[in-house]
């Protein structure tokens, strides 16, 4: 897979469409949810694998955290470490801006996933989107 940081409109559009993929149609999200007002200053990534979209994520800076979100792999390339690619490409990143630290809100079936990946649980389950949810994070 090869991973960009979004630099161009083209580029929104086709992490957007993966967002849009993954957790409206299949996840059952409200577009108004999934696309909120920290898309316009979040640093996007988008996955490419034949030149199809296939992987999206955002990046912000909140606190002292790197804060990954929107992590999103379509449902047809799961399993092939894409999403692992996608969130080393955002820690390099967390790093470079002089970050030493990760955070992400993880929906439950995923735990052991990020937990393989070095991140550990830190809250209690909530709900978000009508998805449970925990706050996992990670020092880089």
């Not at 957007?16 to 409200?30: A, D, I, L, N």
Request: glycine content about 6%.
């Amino acid at each position: 897979m090869n991973i960009k940081l979004v630099d161009s409109l083209d580029e929104f559009e086709a992490a957007k469409h993966v967002r849009m993929v993954v957790f409206v149609e299949e996840q059952k999200v409200s577009p108004e949810e999934e696309l909120d007002e920290h898309d316009e200053t979040a640093i996007h990534f988008v996955g490419y694998e034949e030149g199809e979209p296939i992987a999206a994520s955002r990046l912000r800076f909140v606190d002292s955290y790197g804060k990954l979100e929107r992590i999103c792999v379509i449902k047809e390339h799961r399993g092939k470490s894409h999403g692992t690619q996608i969130i080393t490409a955002m820690e390099e990143i967390i790093s470079e801006k002089g970050f030493t630290k990760a955070k992400l809100n993880a929906q439950t079936h995923a735990i052991e996933f990020y937990q393989q990946l070095g991140y550990e649980t830190v809250s209690g389950e909530f709900m978000d989107a009508g998805i449970p949810h925990v706050t996992m994070v990670k020092e880089l």
